[in-house]
């Protein structure tokens, strides 16, 4: 059997080479241990998604009037609170929008809401005005669609939360992970009466919003 000759300067090249390569052994070993350790936590904790609930929606503006117009005028508030659930995982809202969706229909602009963390069984609340800034144009056949609505004496608008979440536990802070959150709202219009054809698109009591209620959370 050959023997491998590691002799003079060769000898120091294989030797460099050993070392280099339990090195890298060592390393390999070190990072799989890591991700070993955090898999296993990750496990054991089993983060719960956040709960989310509308608990209001003050509609200080809802107007269309096709066929003379399909633009959109809107204002109102939107109540929302969020509880987290876990009792060892804290979570960081980063760069959440809230906005409102008609027949999945943006109609208002996205607003912004702070950068937040949320303890252990922490809740919070905010409660973003959002607005159909510059005006938003429908499609007609959903500018028909809203104002038969109104008419009717019933709206319903979605209430969404989009943005992104990262999970703590102890030191450790994960990468980003997407949060989609969907709220119905039912309002009434003139307390269920409608405006008869007549879209005056607000006024105080005119848009009442019918009960809190839970929101389809997904991260």
Not at 8 to 29: F, M, P, T, V
Not at 65 to 85: D, E, G
Not at 109 to 126: I, K, R
Request: hydrophobic letters at 40%.
């Amino acid at each position: 059997m050959a023997v491998k000759d590691c002799g003079g300067h060769k000898g120091c090249e294989c030797e460099r080479d050993r070392c280099y390569r339990k090195c890298c052994k060592w390393l390999i070993a070190l990072v799989l241990l890591v991700l070993f350790v955090v898999l296993i936590v990750w496990l054991v904790l089993r983060p719960h998604k956040p709960k989310f609930y509308l608990q209001d929606l003050s509609v200080l503006c809802l107007n269309v009037t096709p066929p003379a117009s399909t633009y959109l005028f809107t204002t109102m508030q939107a109540t929302v609170a969020s509880r987290n659930v876990n009792d060892k995982v804290g979570v960081y809202y980063d760069k959440v929008d809230v906005y409102a969706q008609y027949k999945d229909v943006a109609i208002t602009v996205p607003t912004q809401l702070p950068v937040e963390y949320q303890g252990h069984n922490d809740q919070s609340v905010w409660s973003p005005y959002l607005q159909s800034m510059d005006h938003v144009q429908l499609p007609p056949d959903l500018a028909v669609a809203l104002a038969q609505d109104e008419t009717a004496g019933y709206v319903l608008i979605d209430i969404r939360v989009d943005g992104q979440v990262r999970w703590k536990v102890g030191a450790w802070i994960s990468g980003h992970y997407h949060l989609r959150v969907n709220c119905p709202a039912l309002l009434t219009v003139n307390e269920g009466k409608g405006s008869y054809g007549l879209n005056s698109g607000g006024g105080d009591g005119y848009f009442r919003f019918q009960q809190a209620a839970a929101c389809a959370v997904d991260v």
